[in-house]
T-cell receptor
Framework: SAVISQKPSRDICQRGTSLTIQCQVD?????MFWYRQQPGQSLTLIAT?????????ESGFVIDKFPISRPNLTFSTLTVSNMSPEDSSIYLC???????????FGQGTRLTVV | KNEVEQSPQNLTAQEGEFITINCSYS?????LHWLQQHPGGGIVSLFM???GKKKHGRLIATINIQEKHSSLHITASHPRDSAVYIC????????????FGSGTQLTVLP
């Protein structure tokens, strides 16, 4: 299994600012994903965080708005840049462990942009 | 049509009732997950299925690969079971990410 620490758990931010969300895993993992859940909606994949290279973004998400880092096999960050109220969502980190298709999730970051 | 459809969207039950949540999907899958999301947003993985049936405490999950259908059952429901239950599938092929259903909001009344 993998235990994920995602921080912060919630934040209220001013429009135009940026917030960086951290995802720390207690073991080395192969895949790390960042998801967004807008109010009343299902989870949508933002990007796959690749260790040592640029993240792979899904359609509708761009690096300038959601820069992602993954410096090693246990840590990743997602930044929500130049925020607007439309960015108010829950952001979730998810990982898969080595030699497993089991998925593990962070506690989520509830972001409110005012 | 969404790749993953859940029903019902909302469910209210009395404590002790037997609960069933359904999930249908339209793609070939390598695995199906049942997840539980609490109001704070955090998600807990309940089951991962590729065939058959799994049981953990009062929770039972079944999957029928031929019919592309899965069910999550809760026996002797309790107010602490109140949460959003989400079905997610991993499609066959090179992509490893999950595709999520829209969730079922379950409220169990004392």
């Amino acid at each position: 299994s993998a235990v994920i620490s995602q921080k912060p758990s919630r934040d209220i931010c001013q429009r135009g600012t940026s917030l960086t969300i951290q995802c720390q895993v207690d073991s080395q993992v192969t895949m790390m994903f960042w998801y967004r859940q807008q109010p009343g909606q299902s989870l949508t994949l933002i990007a796959t965080a690749n260790q040592g290279s640029e993240a792979t973004y899904e359609s509708g998400f761009v690096i300038d708005k959601f820069p992602i880092s993954r410096p090693n096999l246990t840590f990743s960050t997602l930044t929500v840049s130049n925020m607007s109220p439309e960015d108010s969502s829950i952001y979730l980190c998810s990982v898969e462990a080595w030699a497993s298709t089991e998925a593990f999730f962070g506690q989520g970051t509830r972001l409110t942009v005012v | 049509k969404n790749e993953v459809e859940q029903s019902p969207q909302n469910l209210t039950a009395q404590e002790g009732e037997f609960i069933t949540i359904n999930c249908s999907y339209s793609v070939g899958i390598s695995a199906l997950h049942w997840l539980q999301q609490h109001p704070g947003g955090g998600i807990v993985s309940l089951f991962m299925l590729s065939s058959g049936k799994k049981k953990h405490g009062r929770l039972i999950a079944t999957i029928n690969i031929q019919e592309k259908h899965s069910s999550l059952h809760i026996t002797a429901s309790h107010p602490r079971d109140s949460a959003v239950y989400i079905c997610a599938v991993r499609s066959t092929g090179s992509a490893r990410q999950l595709t999520f259903g829209s969730g079922t909001q379950l409220t169990v009344l004392p």
